[in-house]
Every structure is written in C-alpha cells, then in structure tokens.
C-alpha cells in the first residue's frame, strides 16, 4: 500500500475484555514498531520487531500486551484483560531498515476505548 | 536514559508570522532527530529528518536546525498559515533503540 495502515480505526471495548489491532506496514520496510499516545502524555515505544530477528520488547507496560509479525509484514498487537488505563491511541510506524538514519512513518492509529 | 522536551507547549500566532519551535535532549549522543505534525484525531506526519551528521534541512517554508552538542533543535515556520495548526513532535533516535519523543508543541495560527 501507498502508507502505513491501521485497523480498527477504534475500538471500544469492556474492562476485561482482549483486544487485537492490526498494522499493515509499507511494503518492503523490514522495522515495523508499535507506539502507545495516551491522553496528555507523550508518545512512547511499546516494542519493534526488525526482520527475522527476535522483537525488542522492552517497551510493553505489562505482560497483559503481545505483538507478532506473521511473514515479516503485517503485525497484531494483543492486549488481554484489558484495564482502563489502557486506553490510549496506539500508533504502529514502518521504516525501510531498522536504524537511525531511517526515516519511520506512521500510521492513523487506533484509538482504544476501556469503558 | 534520553528525555526530550519541547517548549513552548502550546503557541498562538497570527497569520503571516514567522515562528520558532524548540527542542531538546538530554543525551547528545544521537543519531538522528525527526519532526512531526500531528493533526487532531489522526496519526503523525513525517516532516524532517536531520541526521546526526547535518546541521539543518529544509521544505519549503520548514527549516530544522541540529546543535548535537548542546542538545537542542529548532523547527522554523516561515510566512505561518492557518493550515499549519497543528501538534508538532520532535523525536531523537539513539543509537540501537525506537524514537524518543517530546510532549510536542500545540500550534494555532489565526486568521
């Protein structure tokens, strides 16, 4: 696709509940990393996953929150027994490599919803 | 561990005006700094990016500038516009690890 694609656009689900969104990253970017913007906080880096190498999951808040990267492309965020605290918008970004002098574009997000 | 910060955080201007964001970051060992437009309700929008080894880069009416030594980076918006209201985020790519961003700067440009 043209650009980083997110779905659902948003989610509202019960306290308790897991949630899975989706990123279809650009084609041929190799680094995907998923970001969480919770209301009035900044932007800050839940994990990355970088070609076949093992993700980097320093970043996820507790062990509540997975992600997977089926076939080097298209990522699953998974947030079980979802708590309210978790709503945020979460942000997923593509870059052609992982590294610093690579550009990562992003995504709409999607905006959760923890009633 | 890398802190980011960005002031002011909110700023209003009138149309035509030239203005100045800032940021800086506390580790200067980066490899490169990029900054964003947010939009209310959507995601971010890549504008620059400067690499460690530049000093500024520039589209159209945007310019960065990179001072790695003393921590800091400037977004520039000349002739301002109504469309450039906006949230814009500065973010700093250490070496081995994903962004690390400021609270970003609220902009509002008035017709």
């Known amino acids: 696709g043209a650009g980083v694609s997110q779905s659902p656009s948003n989610k509202v689900t019960e306290k308790g509940k897991d949630v899975e969104l989706r990123c279809d990253p650009i084609s041929g970017h190799t680094a995907l990393y998923w970001y969480r913007q919770s209301l009035g906080q900044g932007l800050e880096f839940l994990i990355y996953f970088q070609g076949n190498s093992a993700p980097d999951k320093s970043g996820l808040p507790s062990d509540r929150f997975s992600a997977e990267r089926t076939g080097g492309s298209v990522s699953t965020l998974t947030i079980q027994r979802t708590q309210q605290e978790d709503s945020a918008v979460y942000l997923c970004?593509?870059?052609?490599?992982?590294?610093?002098?690579?550009?990562?574009?992003f995504g709409p997000g999607t905006r959760l919803t923890v009633l | 561990k890398q802190e980011v910060t960005q002031i002011p955080a909110a700023l209003s201007v009138p149309e035509g005006e030239n203005l100045v964001l800032n940021c800086s970051f506390t580790?200067?060992?980066?490899?490169?700094l990029q900054w964003f437009r947010q939009d209310p309700g959507k995601g971010l929008t890549s504008l620059l990016l400067i690499q460690s080894s530049q000093r500024e880069q520039t589209s159209g009416r945007l310019n960065a500038s990179l001072d790695k030594s003393s921590g800091r980076s400037t977004l520039y918006i000349a002739a301002s516009q109504p469309g450039d209201s906006a949230t814009y985020l500065c973010a700093v790519g250490p070496s081995n690890t994903p962004l690390v961003f400021g609270k970003g700067t609220r902009l509002s440009v008035i017709a």
């Open positions: 970004a593509s870059s052609l490599r992982q590294g610093p002098y690579n550009e990562q574009f």
């Open positions: 580790d200067s060992a980066i490899y490169n």
